[in-house]
T-cell receptor
Framework: NAGVTQTPKFRVLKTGQSMTLLCAQD?????MYWYRQDPGMGLRLIHY???????AKGEVPDGYNVSRLKKQNFLLGLESAAPSQTSVYFC????????????FGEGSRLTVL | AQSVAQPEDQVNVAEGNPLTVKCTYSVSGNPYLFWYVQYPNRGLQFLLKYITGDNLVKGSYGFEAEFNKSQTSFHLKKPSALVSDSALYFC?????????????FGRGTQLTVWP
């Protein structure tokens, strides 16, 4: 099994450009999450989804949008990228809310110039 | 509110010596606790978890952690460190009564094991 796959792995954007990060999982998980990792900040939750067609805000949602049209995919969009969004983005998934650990993708490194 | 504190940004230890990476937490309900490891330019790998039961939890690569409810701690330990253990370690907590499943992470502790 591939587990959790993120694309692209690297991307450089100019301020104001838009882009979408794709997360795909093949484990039939209901719950999916987008985190961002910044030095000294740990991982902070951007948005999450508790099932197909649902999304909700995490602790740092501003400047991002998400969609969960299919159960296996969770998309993270930046409509107008800003340098403050330079970060490493991680997608994670889990079957249910109390079924143990999250499974993480390998990360997507985004640089906004 | 849920939170995790990792009081040490860096831990340095000689190979063969025991290591401890500290973690304390705050959670409103029953704590579900996790340790993850991150190697450079990689994702987070699960090491171990405490959900219920024995306070001493054993995980991957010889790591273990002890849940201490009175001290609200979940320190990661290994009896004999290896150079290959050098990595970034994250402690995380979930409220066991939550229906959202999300984890709250500490800021991470960089472990360096020197030969």
């Amino acid at each position: 099994n591939a587990g959790v796959t993120q694309t692209p792995k690297f991307r450089v954007l100019k301020t104001g450009q838009s882009m979408t990060l794709l997360c795909a999982q093949d484990m039939n998980h209901e719950y999916m999450y987008w985190y961002r990792q910044d030095p000294g900040m740990g991982l902070r939750l951007i948005h999450y989804s508790v099932g197909e067609g649902t999304t909700a805000k995490g602790e740092v949602p501003d400047g991002y949008n998400v969609s969960r049209l299919k159960k296996q995919n969770f998309l993270l969009g930046l409509e107008s990228a800003a340098p403050s969004q330079t970060s490493v983005y991680f997608c994670a998934s889990i079957f249910g809310p109390n079924t143990g650990e999250l499974f993480f993708g390998e990360g997507s490194r985004l640089t906004v110039l | 509110a849920q939170s995790v504190a990792q009081p040490e940004d860096q831990v340095n230890v000689a190979e063969g010596n025991p290591l401890t990476v500290k973690c304390t937490y705050s959670v409103s309900g029953n704590p579900y606790l996790f340790w993850y490891v991150q190697y450079p330019n990689r994702g987070l790998q699960f090491l171990l978890k405490y959900i219920t039961g024995d306070n001493l939890v054993k995980g991957s690569y010889g790591f273990e952690a002890e849940f201490n409810k009175s001290q609200t701690s979940f320190h990661l330990k290994k009896p004999s460190a290896l150079v290959s253990d050098s990595a970034l370690y994250f402690c995380a907590v979930r409220d066991g009564g939550s229906t959202l499943g999300r984890l709250y992470f500490g800021r991470g502790t960089q472990l360096t094991v020197w030969p």
